[in-house]
């Protein structure tokens, strides 16, 4: 697979390193009351889908930037790249 | 009808036209009292032990395509109990004996060959862990033997033991460990399941359930409604997909593992060997062909073939203790969809929805699993109690803190 990386352009997936659904950028608030309840949904549960699924990627071997990857896990076909960072500013976070 | 050498023999003399196909292509009933769903290894081996073990006259296989065609007929078909923790050693140590018996349980030539297998130790601190490990074996009744690098130079005499980088201090045995026939599992307890009375129903998806006031009342499926009392659900990979259609989420991911199958050669490899510095094993099959396979390609997918970069990190690993394999030619490679759970160990459990049951999470490691997950899965359906081995083996363990994570790795699933 070739990640498009937006800052550096195509690489190759093997300089990447998975880090799993990107949801995992939504850390739940450790000080709310249903914590124990959350956390425990965010570190193991997944709806790991059969189809587009937006995932992180470590650019382990490269830039050491943090992407998010729109991939289809039947096809492995990529249709979008974002770095972690704009999504997450996106988002509303500094 | 019975299979026999001396069946063998007339069948010879008369033209080979008693044969009668292994199982029956039966319509689906309107209602049984036990649906499996899944028509893989485990789906099939529960069946036949909730027919013959439990006394259950009334239960259905539904697979979705053809049974076999999932990762029972695509595993590198290796056997073994060599687990260290006491949530996992016992119930795989179960699925041995199961396997030591299992030709004569289901009159099917499975091919059970407990040729041995040998994990590679290459450091001091590997020794101390896999000597761990073999007492933890040894403790739970299964057999464990550690090697000298001189006993494993007299079994594998091209092994390079001297090796600067990765050299080999020994190794951890398990003789009665080994490989099975993989399709000829599935096709076994299939014919031994319909023997007994089970209908098993290809080309049929379940495509949701039938639940009405938290009670689980049947499968929808390509081919009609089929009412059940209770549903196991045992689709490996395809778990998390399912058991969303009962507004489920699974602490599982999906992910693709590849294996290789090189020409076949004159016998080379007497045993199973694991490569301990990378993961790296191999097998001979009985028709030559060297059998290998390594790590995860590492992201989620369902695509049942993978990617190249997995492709070389194995062959590294086999060029790094075997390099002449080197010279073998590839003839096949492939790629299966693991259910990887988030500590690497399966569930058997009750779901929270009445008459709705879940086998799943095995990650690469289910084949081996497959005589004691069917036997454990019966009985859970049968009698609504975990059998004795798999009492471990529950949903809500991630929620309590009682993961049982062989390797330490915490909740990455492409690590286990
Ligand atoms: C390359 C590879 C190597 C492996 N090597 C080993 C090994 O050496 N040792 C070991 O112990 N394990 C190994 N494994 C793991 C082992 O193969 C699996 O853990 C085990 O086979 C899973 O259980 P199963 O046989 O029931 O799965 P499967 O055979 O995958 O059965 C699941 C079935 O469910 C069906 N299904 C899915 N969705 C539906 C639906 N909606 N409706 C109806 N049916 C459905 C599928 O079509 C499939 O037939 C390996 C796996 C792979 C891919």
Same mark, same amino acid.
């Given at each position: ?94 | ?54 006394? #259950? ?56 060959? #407990? ?93 949701? /359930? ?38 489920? !989420? ?8 590849? @294996? ?44 049942? !073939? ?11 690993? @086999?060029?790094?203790? /075997? ?53 454990? /899965? ?15 083996? !529950? ?16 909740? #990455?699933?492409?690590?286990?």
């Amino acid at each position: 697979m070739i990640i498009n990386h937006p800052l550096l352009g195509p690489r190759d997936s093997a300089e990447f390193t998975y880090m799993g659904d990107a949801r995992l950028m939504d850390r739940p608030d450790p000080d709310a009351p249903d914590a124990a309840a959350a956390f425990y949904d965010y570190a193991y549960l997944r709806d790991n889908p059969a189809g587009w699924h937006r995932e992180l990627w470590f650019h382990e071997a490269g830039d050491r930037s943090w992407l998010v990857v729109t991939r289809n896990t039947v096809t492995h076909e990529i249709s979008a790249v974002e770095l972690a960072s704009d999504v997450a500013r996106a988002q509303g976070r500094t | 009808m019975r299979y026999s050498a001396f069946r063998v023999i007339k069948e010879a003399l008369t033209g080979h036209k008693g044969w009668k196909p292994a199982w029956r292509d039966p319509v689906p009933a309107a209602q049984y009292d036990i649906v499996v769903v899944g028509g893989g290894g485990h789906g099939l081996a529960t069946a036949h032990y909730l027919a013959k073990e439990f006394g #259950q006259a009334r239960v259905a296989v539904i697979e979705k395509g053809w049974i076999g065609g999932g990762n029972v007929g695509r595993n590198t078909t290796i056997i073994r109990s060599n687990y260290l923790l006491d949530g996992n050693e016992p119930f795989y140590e179960f699925s041995l004996k199961l396997w030591e018996n299992l030709e004569q349980d289901l009159n099917y030539n499975a091919m059970v060959s #407990q040729r041995g297998i040998l994990n590679l130790i290459h450091s001091d601190g590997q020794r101390d862990a896999f000597t761990r490990r073999g007492n933890a074996m040894i403790l739970n009744g299964a057999d464990a033997d550690i090697l000298s690098t001189e006993d494993i130079k007299k079994r594998y005499p091209f092994l390079n033991t001297d090796d600067a980088r990765f050299p080999i201090k020994g190794g951890l045995a398990q003789h009665r460990g080994g490989t099975v026939r993989h399709d000829a599992v599935a096709w076994g307890y299939a014919r031994s399941a319909d023997s007994h009375g089970v209908d098993i129903i290809q080309n049929c998806e379940v495509t949701g /359930f039938r639940i009405e006031d938290g009670v689980c009342k049947g499968v929808e499926t390509t081919r009609g409604f089929i009412g059940a009392k209770k549903v196991g659900c045992a689709v490996a990979g395809n778990s998390s997909r399912l058991m969303a259609l009962a507004n489920m !989420r699974l602490p599982m991911e999906s992910h693709v593992l590849q @294996a290789f199958v090189s020409e076949g050669l004159k016998p080379v490899l007497p045993g199973v060997i694991t490569f301990g510095a990378g993961h790296f094993y191999c097998s001979q099959s009985d028709k030559g062909g060297l059998v290998f396979g390594g790590d995860l390609d590492g992201y989620n997918s369902y695509a049942q !073939r993978g990617n190249l970069p997995a492709v070389e990190d194995v062959c590294e690993g @086999a060029m790094a203790i /075997f390099p002449m394999l080197g010279r073998a030619r590839l003839l096949r490679m492939w790629g299966g969809i693991m259910d990887m759970s988030m500590d690497g160990s399966p569930i058997i459990d009750k779901t929270h929805i009445d008459g709705l049951y879940f086998n799943g999470g095995w990650c690469y490691g289910g084949f081996k699993a497959t005589p004691a997950s069917g036997f454990a /899965f019966a009985h859970l359906l049968a009698k609504d109690e975990p059998h004795p081995t798999a009492t471990a083996y !529950r949903f809500d363990r991630f929620e309590k803190g009682r993961m049982i994570d062989e390797k330490g790795m915490g909740n #990455q699933p492409n690590l286990h």
